[in-house]
């Protein structure tokens, strides 16, 4: 019989693990950049918003992430999807009744003439992320092909695919999620705390125009927050996340659409007039979790396989495309060292300490967002109020939220 002969692994510089928008802009990027990258995901994206399992959560990309997204090709694809966020409101409704008692409005005219940032829903990042990336020559995508195994090396290392195909990279870039399988085989341990809280995430119509205003109502459970989106068959149109602890958050989605926009009415103070339910309602999880390190043997984690936190100040995703800039720059900096232990303990170096420093605010804030005693709700509308009344403090807190010093 002849000898049975296996098949000789793809050479690539970038092996992304992870289609999800991180993991497909990371493959945009590298390859607009020159390198060879290869993008695997076991679930082919949903880009239209009727597909099954579409996702309904919004990314608003913060104006630092846009430089990453511009270098890349894609900004000028979303740019005319785009909602600018201008002002940041926040409302305390902690008092006996869910209405607005404090109201506190960040300006991005105090920084710059930009806004904050743009929204988007996910499933459009998705088509179009999708489509700039089949005009990359160096790019290969493979949806519905998952990582199957992982040998590293200090001279490469070796991934299995789904498929039987092995890839030989010089860079693996985990972008696989919570649950990620490129950290779990570098034998990366995380740190996880769980809230008991879910977010349910969908898209609403109004009669009143949102205004380019991003809103987070506080009162308890979590926050509730409206971000806006273009309009929608002729009607002004927002995003929600309504975060409550886990059992509510489950009985909001069960209910029928009259009585469940009855209770988001209720909860959203009536700000933007009658609220009408205009997509399926998604359920996530919350979670903080924080690998030990974001690095292994030429393995770099970005986005979720990184870090995970709860949806406040538009943090999550861009703190991501930081992780992608980091560790693109590093790469064109050095394109001969790809994936080497100084390039490594650079990206781990830059970044960890960084993600660690919001995880901790993220945490707190969602901790204040969470709390039922009145006493604790007032206190926390003082702080509030406190903080905003000093014009230094306040800019300085807007530039944290944007990340930039």
């Given at each position: 019989m002849p000898e049975t002969q296996t098949a000789a692994a793809i050479e690539t510089d970038i092996l992304i693990s992870?289609?999800?928008v991180a993991g497909l802009t990371a493959a945009a990027a590298f390859g607009a950049a020159g390198f060879t990258t290869i993008c695997v995901d076991p679930t082919p994206p949903a880009t239209s918003e009727a597909a099954e399992g579409a996702d309904m959560r919004t990314t608003a990309f913060l104006h630092p992430s846009r430089a990453v997204l511009e270098s890349s090709g894609i900004w000028a694809r979303i740019a005319p999807h785009a909602a600018p966020l201008q002002i940041m409101r926040i409302i305390d409704a902690g008092g006996a009744?869910?209405?607005?008692?404090?109201?506190r409005d960040f300006d991005a005219a105090d920084l710059s003439d930009e806004p904050f940032g743009w929204n988007f829903p996910n499933w459009l990042l998705r088509r179009e992320i999708v489509a700039r990336i089949a005009d990359l020559p160096l790019v290969d995508f493979r949806p519905g092909v998952a990582t199957t195994g992982l040998v590293t090396r200090q001279s490469g290392a070796e991934v299995r695919l789904s498929d039987?195909?092995?890839?030989?990279?010089?860079?693996?870039?985990?972008?696989?999620?919570?649950?990620?399988?490129?950290?779990?085989?570098?034998?990366?341990?995380?740190?996880?705390?769980?809230?008991?809280?879910?977010?349910?995430?969908?898209?609403?119509?109004?009669?009143?125009?949102?205004?380019?205003?991003?809103?987070?109502i506080h009162r308890s459970g979590?926050?509730?927050t409206l971000i806006p989106l273009p309009d929608r068959d002729g009607l002004h149109s927002s995003a929600i996340v309504w975060m409550e602890r886990g059992p509510e958050a489950d009985r909001l989605a069960a209910l029928p659409v009259a009585e469940f926009e009855a209770a988001m009415n209720a909860r959203s103070t009536g700000l933007l007039g009658p609220l009408t339910l205009v997509t399926r309602r998604s359920v996530w999880p919350m979670m903080t979790q924080i690998a030990e390190r974001f690095t292994a043997e030429r393995?770099?984690?970005?986005?979720?396989?990184?870090?995970?936190?709860?949806?406040?100040g538009a943090q999550g995703l861009n703190?991501?495309?930081?992780?992608?800039?980091?560790?693109?720059?590093?790469?064109?900096?050095?394109?001969?060292h790809i994936g080497e232990a100084a390039?490594?303990?650079?990206?781990?170096?830059?970044?960890?300490?960084?993600?660690?420093?919001?995880?901790?605010?993220?945490?707190?804030?969602?901790?204040?967002?969470?709390?039922?005693?009145?006493?604790l709700r007032d206190l926390r509308a003082g702080v509030l109020g406190a903080l905003y009344s000093l014009k230094?403090?306040?800019?300085?807190?807007?530039?944290?939220?944007?990340?930039?010093?």
């Open positions: 992870g289609g999800g009744e869910p209405e607005a008692r404090l109201t039987g195909t092995r890839v030989k990279a010089r860079l693996v870039v985990a972008a696989d999620g919570r649950n990620s399988f490129i950290r779990e085989a570098a034998g990366i341990r995380v740190k996880t705390t769980r809230y008991g809280q879910k977010a349910l995430a969908f898209a609403v119509t109004h009669p009143k125009p949102h205004n380019d205003v991003s809103t987070e979590g926050p509730f393995v770099a984690l970005i986005a979720e396989a990184a870090h995970v936190i709860p949806p406040i703190m991501s495309l930081a992780d992608l800039t980091c560790l693109l720059r590093l790469c064109e900096t050095d394109p001969a390039m490594l303990a650079a990206y781990n170096r830059r970044r960890w300490p960084e993600v660690k420093a919001r995880e901790i605010g993220i945490d707190f804030l969602n901790r204040a967002s969470m709390v039922e005693m009145r006493p230094p403090v306040r800019k300085t807190l807007m530039r944290a939220g944007l990340g930039v010093r």
